[in-house]
Each structure stands twice: as C-alpha cells, then as structure tokens.
C-alpha cells in the first residue's frame, strides 16, 4: 500500500433536513387531517393572561360580521367557551371514551355545541395529568369535525390553546393555522411567554403554512414595555384591551362582552373587537421576526 493511499480521506454528507417534531414526541401531521378552506386562527398567550375572554369575543365578533365560526378550546379545565354556551360543556376526549373512541358512533350535537350569535363550539379537553400529549387530543379533536363534515361550511376556526408551554403537543394547532396570535400584557412575564411563542411559530413555519399574525395587548393601560419587544423583533401590535371591570364582571355573568348592559366604555371594546376580527378576515401581512435570547429580554425591558 502506497502512502498516499494510506491517508484516510475525510468523508463530508450534506445535512438531512430536519423533520417537524424530531427530538420530541410530537406526530408530523397527517395530510387528510387538513382542516380547509376556513380561515385559521391560533391564539396563544401566558396562562392566565386572558387568552380564551379574547377567544370567545373574537369568535362573537367575526360571527356579527356575518361569519360561519368555530371555536375549539385546547385546556383539559375546558372553560374556553364557557361564556358562548353558559357551561362547562363536555370534551372531545370524555365524548369519544364513552364510545371506546369509536367516533363513528357519534353525532355531531354530541360533542358541538351552540354558543351565543350561532357559535359553534368544542372543547377539545386533554389527557389525563401526565399520562399523555395535548396533541393528539388536538389531531383527534380535528379529526372527529372532518369525519362528520362538520368543517366544509365553516368560515372561521379559533384554537384557544393552553397557556405559554410549547412543546410539541401544545405547538400542534400551529400545524392548522394561517395565523397565531398572541394575547399578552405589558410586563415581563408575559413579553417573556411570548418570546417562546415567537419561536414555537418561527419553527413551525418551516414545514407548514402557519405565519406570526401580531400581538393583542390585553389587561394593559400602557404598552410601553410591550412596544420595546415589538420594536426590537418587528412585530406589530393587532389591538389593545384595557383592564376594565366589566371585562370581569362578564366572566362572572358567564356572558361575552356583546351580551353586557351597554356603556360608553363597554362600546369601545365591542368596536375594537369588531375592527380585529374585520382586520383578520381582510388578511394581515405575515410578520417575520426572530425571537431574542433571555438575556437579552431582561436587559432590554424595565425602566432606565
């Protein structure tokens, strides 16, 4: 053997693309589980932060502007649409477990059901506490409105999904939506939460059609801090809510803000309501940002 050819020679691959979900326990989604021609709409936010209040109002918005709406809630305390229906209405998963998952057993008035204006609504509900992935309860929940054709006439579906966790089960409804909205309030917990949301829906944008469609300040006087972060990514706020009792006296009457005794005040949030939901339908410009580093969201929020 010459000593040329002794000389081991370096073998260079190009990088396989990496799959959507690998390095998780998320499922790639199924292409039949394809929701349609409805517009998609998937609201994210931190827990607590006001996500499903926003969720219901939205739906009730797009419903007066004489849309077809669906509002599905991702959260196992199945309370997204609570103040549509006036109750904690029964899940997808408890529904499909009574029929041993056989979904073909079922009608749709077993697992939909009306909610104010003509809003139709499902909770989509969750595995039990540690035992399961928020995502396939979602890729069931969808499967279950196509299997009954329940999402051919619909022109608007709302995802009201859990909290600021996301992982792949909780990042799943971004695998459906044309736009993910985020719900925050002008402190650093929530700027925080939705700097991790930023980078869920960057991820997922790789590999499906989803794309960043704003921010929705809720519970916010001022929007200062808010403003800096949309500065420094190039992300715009969509609409501003402030933090008025009547916001939560209509959680307690278990009622949207349209139903509430009317006001001056009460007037304004209806109409900033109405003008989001006529935004989104018209189509909003996909915002392409990146997320920031930790330390630099500490560094960059607070007062000099």
């Not at 044309?178 to 650093?188: G, P, S």
Request: proline share 6%.
């Amino acid at each position: 053997m010459s000593a040329v050819s002794a000389i081991p020679v370096a073998v260079t691959h190009k990088p396989r693309p990496r799959l959507d979900g690998e390095g998780s326990l998320q499922v790639p989604l199924d292409p039949n589980l394809k929701i349609g021609n409805a517009k998609v709409f998937a609201v994210y936010g931190k827990g607590g932060i006001g996500k499903s209040t926003t969720s219901s109002n939205l739906s009730v918005a797009f419903s007066k502007l004489g849309k077809r709406v669906l509002q599905i809630g991702c959260d196992p305390k199945h309370d997204s649409t609570f103040t549509l229906t006036k109750r904690l209405v029964p899940t997808v998963i408890d529904i499909l477990e009574t029929v041993d998952f056989h979904g073909e057993e079922l009608r749709p008035e077993d697992f939909v059901y009306p909610g104010y204006n003509g809003v139709m609504c499902v909770e989509a509900g969750g595995p039990p506490a540690g035992t399961g992935c928020g995502g396939y309860v979602v890729g069931q929940t969808v499967k279950l409105l196509k299997e009954h054709h329940l999402l051919e006439d619909t022109d608007v579906v709302i995802f009201d999904v859990l909290g600021d966790v996301v992982c792949g089960g909780f990042a799943a409804p971004l695998q459906h939506a044309d736009r993910a909205l985020i719900v925050a309030a002008n402190d650093f917990d929530s700027i925080f939460a939705m700097n991790r949301i930023v980078a869920a829906i960057a991820s997922k944008s790789k590999n499906y059609n989803v794309r960043l469609g704003g921010v929705i300040a809720n519970r916010s006087r001022e929007t200062d801090q808010i403003d800096k972060y949309n500065q420094a990514i190039g992300l715009e706020t969509l609409a501003r809510f402030p933090d008025l009792d009547v916001i939560r006296r209509s959680r307690l009457k278990k009622a949207t803000l349209f139903e509430m005794e009317p006001s001056p005040e009460l007037e304004a949030v209806q109409n900033e309501y109405l003008r989001l939901a006529g935004n989104l339908w018209m189509g909003t410009k996909p915002q392409l940002t990146s997320p920031l580093k930790d330390r630099d969201i500490f560094e960059l929020l607070g007062f000099e």
